[in-house]
């Protein structure tokens, strides 16, 4: 390969592994609710899907980037009402008002429905986020690959992906030992942030709307997990103060 | 199919806070496209704040 070859299998792996450690993001978290078994599962789903497309709309590529914001602004609504809802119960688990809540259940099939409703639509969430992701670095593929073969363009984007697979992976262990609500709080505010993102940037154009680009994932997250420890701390606070008042 | 769209997504309240706060942010994005995302991040907040209480 020249150095113009080189340069663009360069930018395709770099630029790759940005949409390949958003992916992973999401995997990530869902594996921590829902086991690393299923969420890899659906993220080889996702994967596959992607693949798929590849074969049977390569001609149709046009129509496809037309798509795409109609497609991450579907997703990220999706992202947004999951992640939302997780968001509050996590805030409630924290201010300590869910567990009461659950304790006043009066049937268990009710919680264990709930529970499978939640890993159902956790995969969907890791799914989905493979998927996007995934397009996107088609697109970029065939965008970019256009000073090298597509083989080559293809090989730079697949060696990103293991790349950042290898060092996800080595994020496991540690993870283990965190919390299982802070698991979940965490999720969720990574959830929203995606949400956020995708599903804003895909109505009103994410130029526009995300001047900063994919750095503002990390201030949505900030600010997300800052804000929910505040309002978690200003339930607890207005709790106790029914609670004393009772008493 | 309607019990399990509410297990997944909540209540309508859950809904209706995710609506609003993305039809907001999409009508100011037309009259100043940077505040937009502020604007829908402060709103979600909002709403888990409502929500949470």
Redesign the interface.
Do not use: D
């Given at each position: 390969m020249n150095a113009a070859q080189w340069g663009g299998a360069s930018a395709i792996f770099l630029a790759s592994a940005v949409e390949w450690v958003e992916a992973f993001t999401i995997v990530l978290a869902v594996a921590l609710t829902i086991g690393w078994r299923r969420a890899t599962g659906a993220a080889a789903a996702g994967l596959g899907v992607v693949a798929a497309l590849i074969v049977l709309t390569g001609a149709g590529l046009q129509a496809m980037q037309a798509d795409i914001g109609r497609i991450r602004a579907a997703i990220g609504?999706f992202l947004?009402?999951?992640g939302?809802?997780w968001?509050?119960k996590a805030?409630?688990r924290y201010?300590g008002?869910t567990a009461l809540h659950d304790v006043a259940r009066e049937f268990a099939a009710t919680r264990e429905?709930?529970e499978h409703?939640?890993r159902?639509?956790a995969w969907v969430v890791a799914f989905k986020g493979v998927l996007l992701e995934g397009l996107e670095v088609w697109l970029l593929v065939v965008a970019l690959g256009h000073t090298l073969s597509y083989a080559a363009a293809a090989g730079s984007a697949v060696a990103s992906l293991a790349m950042v697979i290898v060092a996800g992976l080595a994020l496991r262990a540690p993870l283990t030992r965190v919390p299982e609500n802070t698991l979940k709080y965490t999720v969720s505010c990574a959830i929203?942030s995606f949400g956020?993102f995708w599903?804003?940037g895909g109505?009103?154009?994410e130029q526009?709307?995300?001047?900063l680009g994919d750095v503002?994932l990390l201030l949505?997250f900030a600010?997300?997990a800052a804000?929910?420890r505040v309002?978690?701390w200003?339930?607890r606070v207005?709790g106790s103060v029914t609670v004393g008042a009772q008493a | 199919m309607r019990k399990?769209l509410q297990?997944?997504?909540?209540d309508l309240r859950?809904?209706v806070?995710?609506a609003v706060?993305?039809l907001a942010?999409?009508g100011i994005?037309?009259l100043a496209?940077?505040a937009?995302?502020a604007a829908?991040?402060l709103l979600?907040?909002a709403?888990?704040?409502f929500?949470?209480?």
């Open positions: 609504i947004l009402l999951f939302l809802r968001y509050v805030i409630r201010a008002r429905h709930l409703a939640e159902r639509a929203l956020s599903g804003l109505l009103a154009g526009a709307v995300w001047p503002t949505l600010a997300y804000a929910g309002i978690a200003r339930v207005a | 399990l297990l997944i997504f909540g859950n809904a806070s995710v706060a993305l942010a999409y994005s037309r496209p940077g937009a995302g829908l991040a979600l907040i709403a888990a704040a929500q949470a209480a």
